[in-house]
């Protein structure tokens, strides 16, 4: 079993037997729900609701190198659980993430990569995984100003499949130095989960009516 399914089967046995170190948190968009723990939150910090997204306004989350000096690598994983709310499904989630970064030296290099990954709630053990990859290359800035960054992810789903899902952002920063007077520096400030949750087709909800029509007819029958 992966580290991943491992970390989920933990999450939901900590959110059904409701044990006392856990500090669930469950928020409502327009067509989803977000379950988290809020003690697990590390560098991303607590998120804010906006529409159907998870917003983070990271403070601190970065690394540096400096003169040669250890490569940096910083890490922090955010794990949630997200619902459908009546009438939808889950059809999309993207993730975007946004910072600066400040490279002087031809042989400095920064980097901010990880995977968006999601488990469907009914079969665990479906996953669906999406490399965090920086939009564009970084490339050195100087000492003048640092310069905008940005990276996205983004996992699709067959359609009317999936009405809950364990979704985990994976994040690593990384700052490499090679010689004295390098200088790599990289902050992520920005993190956002957009979930598009669509409504169930109208044809579907006329058969789930129609077969409940019938259950109710057979079991008039049965009385009679």
Request: glycine share 8%; net charge neutral; proline share 3%.
């Amino acid at each position: 079993m992966s580290t991943f399914k491992k970390i989920f089967f933990a999450f939901l046995f900590i959110t059904v037997s409701g044990a006392s170190n856990a500090s669930l948190v469950t928020v409502n968009g327009d067509t989803v729900s977000f379950t988290y723990d809020n003690i697990l939150s590390g560098l991303f910090g607590t998120p804010t609701v906006s529409g159907n997204s998870l917003v983070f306004l990271p403070v601190g989350f970065k690394a540096q190198s400096v003169d040669g000096g250890a490569s940096e690598l910083t890490s922090s994983t955010f794990q949630v659980k997200i619902d459908r709310l009546d009438g939808h499904h889950i059809s999309n989630i993207a993730l975007t993430e946004k910072g600066d970064y400040l490279l002087n030296g031809a042989d400095a290099k920064v980097g901010a990569l990880g995977e968006l990954r999601a488990s469907d709630v009914i079969f665990p053990f479906q996953e669906y995984v999406s490399k965090i990859k920086s939009v564009n290359p970084f490339v050195e800035t100087g000492l003048a100003s640092t310069t905008n960054w940005v990276a996205t992810a983004n996992l699709a789903f067959a359609p009317d499949t999936i009405s809950s899902l364990y979704v985990s952002i994976e994040n690593i920063l990384f700052a490499q130095s090679d010689i004295k007077h390098d200088i790599a520096f990289i902050e992520k400030k920005f993190v956002g989960l957009t979930v598009t949750a669509v409504p169930l087709p109208q044809a579907l909800w006329l058969f789930c009516a129609g077969m409940m029509g019938l259950l109710s007819m057979s079991k008039r029958k049965k009385l009679l």
